[in-house]
């Protein structure tokens, strides 16, 4: 017996032999990979008979710190593939960085447009990048929606996640925006028919409309937002946009928690 | 070479004992057998122009391109041993690579140059390699404003403190060729391979130094030279390759690009034009 405290309560040298200390590390498997740090919020997106509608806000929180208010959460990658990040901010960055390598190296030989790659290709690419870094362990915190147009230049949105697991509907929203813009895109575009129907003015009116909803209702969102349109003549990116027409007149009827009496 | 079979060329990274190394000077031999390739720094871009000599009936025109684009901004052209070119093509997008995995921002034309300086200079320093057979064209837009590191996704506080100097000059156009024995160095004109001679002579003509020449012009002398330059070969068919890079506001937007089909058709007209004026002028000192 000695005095040394990682021996208190383990079997005596003498009698059991040497104990492995193997046990007794004080580092465990790496872990700071496993939660995001600096995170933006929903991305949402439609689908419209031309092309594709896809809108973020500029915020990246810090926690529940409002921290950097013009971060373009958007990235063009060509003229017919737009992505947009949630999640983690730096992953984001690393992925872009990512995505300027691959355009690098698929622009070394001067290729038509028909030949360059389209959002479907992409969002292949990328849903793999982030199937095989949760398979290491390692996972980007991301929500991905690749949206623009497929090979046969028709409007394509899908998603991928931080398991790589791979979606694709005629509305999605990442998020926050699952759950409270999800709703309001389907009660316009229910299903793939009606995709045919549906005008860019719509489209843009539409996703407009969420992320009003989604700045009334998520404390992690910002007035200030980019949105893109994809359609066969290219992307369409504005990264300053302003919420217009809000009204908070709901606020007053709100009960149940607060500083109101009754 | 006076010196051959004194037993000093048999190795690389030999000396002879008046202090040449010979494996670099067959390297340099080799060069001048190879299709004639120029470069043209003007003031609002880079132009880079092939003779690329065609070996076969049965290649496809317009295919098999030898101007290589190394990074969005930079491209690449090579005279010699097309193998060898084609590695240092490869291993400059690598090097262009690597640094914008360091810095997050594209490589200037003149570190590339610097490090394919380095890279062709370690090939005549080991008896287990030979040096490269071929001389290269180095030409590239470096930006003219600041750009944004890449992966950057705001643009940092609106107020505060910064320290950027105001009205710093960035970039413009930049042109080097490296030669087989690693030497580089920066040119207003280059030219290497089978009518180098010829299309030196020419580009001092240009005078280039006083950087008035556009680039469009640039385009239509650089096809007039390679075509002049292909004079000294003229038995063989040729095919005229030729790229541009130009200011961020230029026709390339900064990007390194092949010259367009109609302008290249046009600078090609103008080449061949200017060559019947010449045999015309010949023809006319001959009757007198």
Redesign the interface.
Known sequence: MNHLPQAWGRPRDDVYGAYSNSFLQTSGPTTHTQSPIVTGTSVIAVKFKDGVVIAADNLASYGSLARFTDVKRLRKFNTRAVVGFGGDVSDMQYLDRLLSSLDIRENYAEESPDAQLHAKNLHTYLSKVMYKRRSDFNPLWNHLLVAGLDGENKPFLASADLLGTTFSSPTLATGFGAHLAQPILRRTVPDEATVASVTKEQAVELVKESMKVLFYRDARSMDKYSIAVITKEGVELKENEKLENQSWAFAEGIRGYGTQVN | MTSIGTGYDLSNSVFSPDGRNFQVEYAVKAVENGGTAIGIRCKDGVVLALEKIISSKLLKAGAN?RI??V??NIGVVSSGLLPDGRHFASRA?DE??QW?RTY?APIPTSALANHMGSYVQMYTLYSSVRPFGITAIVGGWDPEIELPV??????GPATGSGGKKEGAKHGGPFLYMIEPSGLYWGYYGAATGKGRQSAKSELEKLDLAAGNLTLEEGVKEAARIIYAAHEDSKDKDFELEMTWVSSLDGPTKGRH??VPKELLEEAERLAKKALEGDDDDDDEKMED
Request: net charge positive; aromatic share 0%.
């Open positions: 391109k290589s684009t990074d969005r997008r262009a690579a914008r997050k890449d992966g950057q996704v705001g643009s690009q092949e």
